[in-house]
């Protein structure tokens, strides 16, 4: 159980309570969460979550602690599909020896807690659990082996305000203190020919949510593959600010969604009665509304 608060009479209280009435173990200062290593400097005012010690475990789980280790979690010349299937009942029997089903869901739990890093590379292996083939598994192999070379990789939250001076050193200087940044490819799905879209929140120059995951629809250009994935960045984007009135924190400003799609942009600010977006479900247009009360879009 983690307890916080901006009272430590508060939090007193609380422990207080809670003893009065159940057996606990007051643990002190939180140092590990579900397997997630949090590492506080103090005099720097910046806080580290870490998942190296379940890395390590992983990697000697799967017999990869002594792996080369790799530059990138995935190949860009090598898209997953499902021909590399195992076609014959010899090859399903190979692959049966490999565990990939197991590796899948540790890769999973990393890369949704503090390794946006490799949640692309992920999000591609996990497609394929029903009859993964070598190919398959030789990707799951190179997360692995990334991840060893990347152990002491996680989360930092340092209370900067601006996040992009935070993370690239630029931008501007009245940046609010959240941002969205939103992308797609487009079509790159070689069996179903769907895209994948991600997102990335950032508050106070640290990244506190994000996503890669396929798009349910099939677009027929890159500035709709765009405008889909910039609706669920926007929708998300919705969530966390309430979140954030709830706990206390209201944004007293828009929130800034960083799309680099030139026709997704301009769709956003003009009007939709346009021949190349009429066929788009209206809920989609989800995302023009809010840009006219909570939301901007900048070019990044």
């Known amino acids: ?45 910046t806080i ?5 010690l379940a890395i390590s475990d992983t990697l000697s789980e799967f017999n990869m602690s002594d792996c080369h280790p790799v530059r990138t979690p995935e190949l860009t010349d090598i898209r997953l599909h499902s021909g590399m299937c195992p076609q014959t009942d010899a090859e399903r029997s ?8 197991a590796a899948v869901p540790k890769l999973i739990y990393l890369a949704t807690k503090t390794r ?21 598994w030789d990707a799951i192999k190179r997360i692995f082996a990334y991840l060893k070379g990347t152990l002491d990789h996680g989360l930092e939250f ?6 992009l001076q935070a993370y690239f050193n630029k931008g501007p200087t009245n ?31 640290g990244t506190v949510d994000y996503n890669s995951t396929k798009l349910t629809n099939i677009p027929l250009s890159s500035t709709e593959a765009e405008w889909y994935a910039a609706r669920e960045a926007a929708k998300h984007g919705k969530w966390l600010r309430n979140l954030l009135f709830e706990i206390g924190f209201p944004m007293q400003s828009p929130l800034i969604i960083f799309e680099d799609n030139q ?22 247009h989800f995302l023009r509304k809010k840009l006219l009360t909570v939301f901007l879009i900048f070019v990044q």
Do not use: T
């Open 1 to 45: 159980m983690i307890v916080a608060s901006n009272s430590k009479a508060a939090v007193a209280e609380l422990k207080q309570r809670i003893q009065e009435r159940f057996q606990v173990k007051i643990l002190g200062p939180l140092q590990c969460f579900l397997n997630i290593q949090v590492i506080r400097d103090r005099p720097n005012r």
């Open 48 to 52: 580290w979550l870490k998942q190296n």
């Open 94 to 101: 190979q692959m049966a020896l490999k565990p990939y089903r």
């Open 116 to 136: 946006p890093d490799i949640a692309h590379a992920v999000q591609q292996v996990a497609q394929f659990c029903e009859n993964p083939g070598q190919q398959h």
């Open 158 to 163: 340092s209370g900067n305000s601006n996040p």
């Open 175 to 205: 940046c609010p203190v959240a941002a969205m940044f939103s992308d797609s490819d487009w079509a790159n799905d070689l069996d179903k020919r769907k895209s994948d879209g991600g997102y990335v929140f950032m508050l106070h120059g």
């Open 263 to 284: 026709g997704c942009i301009s769709n956003g600010h003009r009007s939709l009665n346009q021949s190349s977006m009429k066929h788009i479900d209206l809920k989609y």
